[in-house]
């Protein structure tokens, strides 16, 4: 049976926030605000949040960073996975990716055709490994971004979630899921 087995140990994750926006500021920025408070809610640690244009190289730059930076397991962004003209997320990030995860974008379009129906097929969320680190993308509104965390990512990175969590996959803490 799948879940939170509560008798095991929370592990937390060291989770970075990229907003891609350009009219976006910390001010302004309801989606990256929203998984910041989720994240840490959950018990993970803030790693690190910005928030850069919706340009390629800006985001593969951000992205290239904190993927080498062995204080970041986790990259979630929100912002450019549409079909605008500016919408440039997954060609700026699967180039960087060694693997990508499918079943993100197929899991995160069942949960959020609950709350914006068939408008999910307007987005291009996904998820990869870009080498030890793992990237998801979320589209830019805070809906998005709630149901993303509400409905999948709180569960992805609570390692007591059985039968297995994102977790179990990060360098450190490999060998969690057995």
């Known amino acids: ?30 989606s990256g ?3 910041a408070g989720r994240l840490t809610g959950a018990g993970h640690m803030f790693a690190a949040r910005a928030i850069v244009t919706d340009d390629v190289e800006p985001i593969r730059a951000q992205m290239r960073a904190w993927i080498a930076d062995p204080g970041v397991d986790i990259i979630v962004s929100t912002g450019g996975t549409g079909f605008t003209p500016r919408d440039v997320t997954p060609e700026a990030v699967m180039p960087l990716l060694r693997r990508t995860m499918d079943g993100f974008s197929v899991v995160f379009h069942q949960a959020s055709i609950g709350t914006i129906g068939i408008s999910t097929l307007q987005s291009r969320a996904f ?11 979320l589209p830019g509104s805070t809906g998005a971004c709630r149901d993303a965390w509400d409905l999948v990512l709180g569960f992805e990175f609570d390692s007591r979630y059985r039968p297995c969590s994102i977790a179990g996959q990060v360098p450190r803490l490999r060998g969690l899921c057995v």
């Open 1 to 30: 049976m799948s879940g939170i087995d509560e008798r095991l140990t929370f592990h937390p994750l060291n989770i970075a926030v990229l907003t891609v926006s350009d009219t976006r500021n910390l001010d302004t920025d309801t």
């Open 33 to 35: 605000a929203l998984l």
């Open 127 to 137: 998820a990869g490994q870009a080498e030890e680190t793992f990237v998801f993308c």
